[in-house]
């Protein structure tokens, strides 16, 4: 199985928190089967050139997080069980977005990365 991206659009602080909620049960669950392998790599961004169309037409934030299998799983997890839109990671939306925080799933702390 390859690496998986995942793009979790919110606009407001609720919706954020929600994501970040939804991705420490997907991570705490053993259910590898029905869930995926541990999403990692999370990571905060503003979106700055907005879709036109789509999904993502309406969010101007998203959380983005990769696993390296059970693609199919994670995308029933987040399917089945709540209610937030998400599409997968191109490398178009690199283009589209600003990093903002990485995100400490424990702890729920976002730390300032120091991109050069």
């Known amino acids: 199985m390859g690496w998986q991206s995942y793009i979790l659009f919110y606009n407001c602080n609720e919706e954020k928190e929600n994501i970040i909620k939804v991705i420490k049960e997907h991570n705490n669950s053993e259910d590898y089967e029905n869930v995926g392998e ?32 059970g693609r199919d799983s994670t995308y029933k997890f987040f399917s089945k069980r709540w209610k937030f839109k998400y599409i997968p ?8 977005c600003k990093l903002l925080k990485i995100i400490n799933i424990d702890t729920g702390e976002e730390i300032n990365p120091e991109f050069k």
């Open 89 to 96: 990671f191109t490398s178009s939306f690199e283009k589209r």
């Open 38 to 69: 541990e999403l990692i790599n999370i990571c905060s961004c503003k979106i700055e050139k907005k879709y036109k169309i789509g999904i993502g037409k309406n969010y101007s934030n998203a959380i983005i997080c990769g696993n390296g299998g």
